[in-house]
């Protein structure tokens, strides 16, 4: 079963990376810039995972995430992110989260949260 991914980041730069580390095992479909954005694609995309920013101008990781997996409770969400703060990171779980990885990070590291969120 081929999964879908959303990727959400500020930086095209990191969007580009995790494109390549992805899509090696997953299908990206979209990719946004800001947590506006992601909420609209997954409005109208069939999206399995997002890969969420948490720092994002405008709609934050935490608020796209509660506003995503409310319209679609099935979706899961990793964030990436170079948020290393306890607190932050509850409350993006408690918005929907279902696992993090941080920044830099390693090919397999995002692959395996992936597949850890889905199962």
């Known amino acids: 079963m081929a999964v879908n991914v959303l ?5 095209e730069a ?3 990376v995790l494109r390549e580390a992805i899509s090696e095992e997953f299908r990206v479909v979209a990719e946004a810039a800001d947590g ?3 909420i609209e694609i997954a409005e109208t995309t069939h999206v399995d995972v997002v890969v969420m920013d948490l720092a994002m101008p405008g709609v934050d990781g ?3 995430t509660a506003t995503i ?8 969400v990793v964030f990436c992110t ?11 779980i408690e918005a ?3 696992g993090y990885v941080t920044k830099p990070f390693e090919n397999s590291t995002i692959q395996d949260a992936i597949r850890d969120a889905i199962s």
């Open 7 to 11: 990727i959400v980041d500020t930086s």
């Open 82 to 92: 170079n948020a290393t703060q306890r607190e932050t990171m509850r409350s993006a």
């Open 96 to 98: 929907g989260g279902d």
């Open 69 to 76: 997996t409310e319209l679609h409770p099935d979706v899961s």
């Open 14 to 16: 990191t969007r580009e």
């Open 62 to 64: 935490i608020e796209a």
């Open 36 to 38: 506006a954005e992601a």
